[in-house]
């Protein structure tokens, strides 16, 4: 790792993710605001926007068949390529959608797309970033992609309306694809290829790890509960606080703005500490958020709770990788991540539709508190993911990150 960790191409690669994750951050922050928001003025039903809500999520599902068959390519053409057919998809899509349900199927689309690179962006993070610098690395990245996406947000909030919402979509994905084609131009030798085992194989050894076995249980359970209140919080937006596009934009900006902060301080921390310990906070944490909506009498009370979104955000996102470079052996990181990942997809995909079946028989805030008792359920396992890690750390004093789980 030597080469690949030399100060200059450490200094190239992180200005390139850096500079991609500016544009990325424009892009998401306009269709993950506005997207569930402009299907349900449109017209559409909770069920379309459930659909957009799933979209990353089905992305995640497909993600092992796409690890599997990009095994053994360079991490970096897959990541930009991918990146960039995704972008390309997005912005032919948007322009020709004229129904709800169209501008949902594209969006889901393109996430597939993009989210098929989740082995390989893994694999490129632990490779391009030295062990003891990769959080706060990525967490900087992450930093400037929230400032582009308080930006993307306010502008986005401003002109979606009064132009067509289909243009500013256009003109987000058109900032993304350039970023996305930089990221051909980073430079990572790799020291050994993952190998491409059967699926099954895979599938097998990392359900026997304990330690990652616990953590993929409690992540599932409580991100069932998390994902059925996301697919609720814009219609309740839109039907119950009537809030405006601009208003959600400037709820987006609150949000990206505490990320900024949270991105600095998660990054640091991580580095010197345990990221699954971490993850076990972040997730009680976010048990605020659907708490807060189900609580606010108008909807000004919402700014505090969209700050409070900004802390676990960063956090859920940095933790994400971070548990799988901690745990997994170095040559799987790609299988774990893949692992993780479609789980991730499994909930992503039903939990919004099952928030959708369970609006048409209970109110709105009757479904986040079902939510919030699967969260709550989903934490305490969590804690219990903690002691084992925390066992193992004991038993496996010299690099337990990297040493296959028992």
């Given at each position: 790792m030597e080469g690949n960790w030399a100060p200059a191409r450490v200094r190239r690669n992180f200005r390139i993710d850096a500079g991609s994750a500016l544009c990325t951050g424009v892009y998401i922050s306009i269709v993950v605001t506005f997207m569930p928001v402009v299907v349900r003025r449109m017209g559409g039903s909770a069920a379309d926007v459930a659909l957009v809500i799933a979209a990353p999520f089905i992305g995640h599902l497909l993600s092992p068949l796409f690890t599997y068959l990009f095994a053994g390519l360079p991490p970096v053409r897959v990541v930009a390529a991918t990146a960039t057919t995704a972008r390309v998809v997005f912005l032919v899509g948007v322009l020709v959608a004229a129904t709800p349900l169209m501008f949902a199927a594209t969006t889901v689309v393109s996430f597939v797309i993009?989210?098929?690179?989740?082995?390989?962006?893994?694999?490129?993070?632990?490779?391009?970033?030295?062990?003891?610098?990769?959080?706060?690395?990525?967490?900087?990245?992450?930093?400037?992609?929230?400032?582009?996406?308080?930006?993307?947000?306010?502008?986005?909030?401003?002109f979606i309306d009064v132009i067509p919402a289909a243009f500013v979509f256009a003109a987000a994905a058109l900032v993304a694809l350039v970023g996305a084609v930089a990221v051909f131009g980073m430079r990572y030798d790799a020291v050994t290829t993952p190998a491409r085992r059967p699926i099954d194989v895979v599938a097998r050894d990392v359900w026997a790890d304990r330690r990652y076995r616990r953590m993929l249980v409690a992540?599932?359970?409580?991100?069932?509960?998390?994902?059925?209140?996301?697919?609720?919080?814009?219609?309740?937006?839109?039907?119950?606080?009537?809030?405006?596009?601009?208003?959600?934009?400037?709820?987006?900006?609150?949000?990206?703005?505490?990320?900024?902060?949270?991105?600095?301080?998660?990054?640091?921390?991580?580095?010197?500490?345990?990221?699954?310990?971490?993850?076990?906070?972040?997730?009680?944490?976010?048990?605020?958020?659907?708490?807060?909506?189900?609580?606010?009498?108008?909807?000004?009370?919402?700014?505090?709770?969209?700050?409070?979104?900004?802390?676990?955000?960063?956090?859920?996102?940095?933790?994400?990788?971070?548990?799988?470079?901690?745990?997994?052996?170095?040559?799987?990181?790609?299988?774990?991540?893949?692992?993780?990942?479609?789980?991730?997809?499994?909930?992503?995909?039903?939990?919004?539709?099952?928030?959708?079946?369970?609006?048409?028989?209970?109110?709105?805030?009757?479904?986040?508190l079902t939510g919030v008792l699967f969260m709550t359920f989903g934490a305490w396992i969590m804690a219990g993911a903690v002691r084992i890690a925390g066992e193992a750390r004991v038993s496996l004093p010299a690099a337990p990150a990297q040493t296959p789980a028992d």
């Amino acid at each position: 790792m030597e080469g690949n960790w030399a100060p200059a191409r450490v200094r190239r690669n992180f200005r390139i993710d850096a500079g991609s994750a500016l544009c990325t951050g424009v892009y998401i922050s306009i269709v993950v605001t506005f997207m569930p928001v402009v299907v349900r003025r449109m017209g559409g039903s909770a069920a379309d926007v459930a659909l957009v809500i799933a979209a990353p999520f089905i992305g995640h599902l497909l993600s092992p068949l796409f690890t599997y068959l990009f095994a053994g390519l360079p991490p970096v053409r897959v990541v930009a390529a991918t990146a960039t057919t995704a972008r390309v998809v997005f912005l032919v899509g948007v322009l020709v959608a004229a129904t709800p349900l169209m501008f949902a199927a594209t969006t889901v689309v393109s996430f597939v797309i993009a989210v098929a690179n989740i082995g390989a962006y893994t694999w490129l993070m632990q490779g391009i970033y030295p062990d003891r610098e990769r959080a706060k690395a990525m967490a900087n990245v992450r930093i400037g992609a929230s400032i582009a996406g308080i930006a993307g947000a306010a502008i986005g909030g401003a002109f979606i309306d009064v132009i067509p919402a289909a243009f500013v979509f256009a003109a987000a994905a058109l900032v993304a694809l350039v970023g996305a084609v930089a990221v051909f131009g980073m430079r990572y030798d790799a020291v050994t290829t993952p190998a491409r085992r059967p699926i099954d194989v895979v599938a097998r050894d990392v359900w026997a790890d304990r330690r990652y076995r616990r953590m993929l249980v409690a992540a599932m359970v409580f991100g069932i509960g998390n994902l059925m209140n996301a697919a609720i919080i814009p219609i309740l937006l839109v039907d119950h606080f009537k809030a405006s596009n601009s208003f959600i934009g400037a709820l987006a900006v609150v949000t990206s703005a505490t990320m900024i902060v949270a991105y600095a301080v998660w990054g640091r921390v991580i580095d010197r500490g345990s990221s699954i310990r971490l993850t076990l906070v972040n997730t009680v944490l976010t048990l605020l958020v659907p708490i807060g909506y189900i609580a606010a009498p108008d909807v000004w009370a919402l700014l505090p709770v969209a700050m409070i979104a900004g802390i676990v955000n960063a956090g859920g996102e940095l933790t994400f990788f971070t548990n799988i470079v901690q745990l997994a052996p170095r040559e799987r990181i790609g299988e774990y991540a893949a692992a993780q990942s479609l789980l991730m997809g499994v909930r992503g995909t039903v939990a919004p539709f099952v928030a959708s079946a369970l609006l048409g028989v209970i109110d709105a805030r009757a479904v986040l508190l079902t939510g919030v008792l699967f969260m709550t359920f989903g934490a305490w396992i969590m804690a219990g993911a903690v002691r084992i890690a925390g066992e193992a750390r004991v038993s496996l004093p010299a690099a337990p990150a990297q040493t296959p789980a028992d």
